[in-house]
């Protein structure tokens, strides 16, 4: 088990981490809310579901490969500059295929290029916030909600400029990955440089080796709880904005928000909670939180649609950041990024390419003459969350704080 060093940031130091997931949230939330919408709009309907599914093929190829470089040959901070550069050329290029109409499945294979660079996104600020700061529980919580802050604000402008629905999104989520590039050249590599380990093999240069973490029960237990759930979350993004139009909301990517919203008031108090609360309860109640979202959701009804949409920031941050922290606090330091990567491939690559693929099939089971059933629809999922529920209930064997 690690023992973080033991200081706490300096006010530079949490301002830098701070502004660097602010960045990094504007940059993926520019891009992955609208995206539905903008392919609807240009009559790209049908790869929709593909096109949220290449998120999760590049979660099951790409963070293990580029977590396993950051944590041997490269530093974090210069891998996230690479990867931010060729995600907003990606980008760029996807928002001007589709303003001059170029085949659809050439649209998708530089969608499905753009998810293998930006997706390893995710772990990497996540190791690297982690390998400078001293009290991973107490600390990471109020500098990851700036990461949240930073996805609501490009939201917000997405929607401030009106192109919810409009290639031009595309082109400020490229801009803003080219900021996040820039931005790393002023952040020290520190702590976060990584160890040579001298000769790798194959399946370590592939960041394979991690998955030997599954062979301990606990981190087994919440390892496959993550990717389970993220099944029935998976359909959050694709169709909540569908079911809003349906109800009569516009503004959607605004409105979808409201959930990041939430979470970074959880966020700031998650050390707290951690510290006080045992694993499983916390994990349990966000779990909760997943099922009275899905169940509001089966109401049909503007207002309870929007509540549900709320309740998504505490389902998060109890149930994936929760893990996250816990990661932090129970791997060794050389193998930080790679327990990240794999939390990162198992919920973003498995369980969400299973859950855009099954929740995109049930969709069309729940469609009547061109009219989705969206009572049937939510309700089957609000199904599939409690089932996670019993299985971590009664999986996990834990009673640790995190303090």
């Known amino acids: ?50 096109a949220f599914a290449t998120s999760a093929v590049a979660a099951l190829l790409s963070p293990l490969f580029f977590g396993a470089m950051a944590d041997r040959s490269v530093p974090p901070i210069q891998v996230l500059r690479w990867l931010g550069v060729g995600t907003a050329c990606f980008v760029g290029t996807v928002a001007w295929g589709i303003h001059s109409r170029w085949n659809p499945w050439l649209i ?35 500098i990851r909600a700036m990461g949240t802050a930073g996805w609501i604000a490009g939201c917000w402008l997405i929607s401030a400029m009106h192109v919810d629905a409009h290639p031009r999104a595309f082109q400020i989520s490229a801009l803003l990955w080219i900021a996040l590039a820039a931005y790393t050249l002023f952040i020290p590599k520190g702590d976060t440089i990584p160890i040579n380990h001298g ?9 394979l080796d991690a998955l ?17 759930v993220a099944i029935p979350f998976a359909a959050f993004y694709p169709y909540t904005p569908a079911l809003m139009s349906d109800l009569g909301l516009r503004r959607t990517s605004a409105w979808m928000s ?3 919203v939430i979470e970074v008031g959880v966020l700031f108090a998650i050390g707290g909670i951690l510290a006080r609360w045992q694993l499983k309860w916390v994990v349990l109640t966000g779990l909760f939180c997943g099922v009275l979202r899905y169940a509001l959701y089966a109401t049909n009804s503007p207002i309870p649609v929007l509540i549900g949409v709320s309740l998504h920031g ?31 491939m198992l919920t973003g690559g498995v369980g969400n390419l299973a859950g855009y693929l099954c929740t995109g099939a049930w969709l069309a089971y729940c469609e009547h003459e061109g009219q989705e059933n969206w009572r049937l ?24 704080t995190l303090r």
Request: with cysteine; charged share 15%.
């Open 108 to 142: 998708l294979l530089l969608i499905q290029l753009q998810s293998l660079l930006s997706v390893p996104t995710n772990s990497l600020t996540g190791s690297i916030v982690f390998a400078r700061i001293g009290n991973s529980h107490r600390q990471f919580g109020a």
């Open 199 to 207: 000769k790798l093999t194959l399946r370590e240069r592939f960041g």
């Open 377 to 400: 629809f939510w309700s089957g999922l609000c199904f599939l969350v409690i089932c996670v529920l019993i299985y971590f209930a009664q999986s996990y064997k834990g009673r640790e």
């Open 314 to 344: 505490l389902a998060y941050a109890l149930t994936y950041i929760s893990a996250q922290i816990y990661l932090a606090k129970k791997i060794d330091p050389a193998w930080r990024t790679r327990a990240q990567a794999l939390l990162s």
């Open 1 to 50: 088990m690690n023992q973080p060093l033991q200081r706490e940031l300096t006010w530079v130091e949490k301002l830098e981490l701070m502004t660097l997931l602010f960045l990094h949230g504007m940059a993926l939330g520019s891009w992955f809310v609208p995206i539905g919408s903008v392919l609807e709009s240009a009559n790209l309907r049908s790869v929709i579901p593909f």
């Open 258 to 260: 409201l959930g990041q």
């Open 212 to 228: 030997s973490l599954l062979k301990i029960h606990d981190l087994r237990v919440i390892f496959f709880t993550a990717a389970l």
